[in-house]
Nanobody, 124 residues
Framework: QVQLVESGGGLVQAGGSLRLSCVGS????????MGWFRQAPGKEREFVGS????????LYGASVKGRFTISRDNAKNTVFLQMNSLKPEDTAVYYC?????????????????WGQGTQVTVSS
């Protein structure tokens, strides 16, 4: 079993920055990749980005590319999401997720475990 706990959300003005963290635990934590997704009210869950745990290779969704950066600290089982140049449309609950396989990094159905989510609100 894997447990994921996100932190770092909050209220920020447009143009500002936030850094989210997700700490993983459990005997079987070793992921193939970790992902970040977000979901705004009334909208579908959206792929933000992912990082392959061994290589650090990253993939980003089109709406955040160039503004958000994912990194990880393997020793601490932690993945980070640095969000810069935030826009009101970035407002959502952000989730980190763990996957054990290499297929479909951008598909939320391919992730096995999820955190509880952290709210990010960007004011205009």
């Amino acid at each position: 079993q894997v447990q994921l706990v996100e932190s770092g959300g909050g209220l920020v003005q447009a143009g500002g920055s936030l850094r989210l963290s997700c700490v993983g635990s459990g005997r079987t934590f070793s992921p193939y990749a970790m992902g970040w997704f977000r979901q705004a009210p009334g909208k579908e869950r959206e792929f933000v980005g992912s990082i392959i745990w061994s290589s650090g290779s990253t993939l980003y969704g089109a709406s955040v590319k160039g503004r958000f950066t994912i990194s990880r600290d393997n020793a601490k089982n932690t993945v980070f999401l640095q969000m810069n140049s935030l826009k009101p449309e970035d407002t959502a609950v952000y989730y980190c997720a763990h996957k054990s396989t290499s297929w479909s990094l951008a598909s939320f159905q391919s992730y096995n475990y999820w955190g509880q989510g952290t709210q990010v609100t960007v004011s205009s």
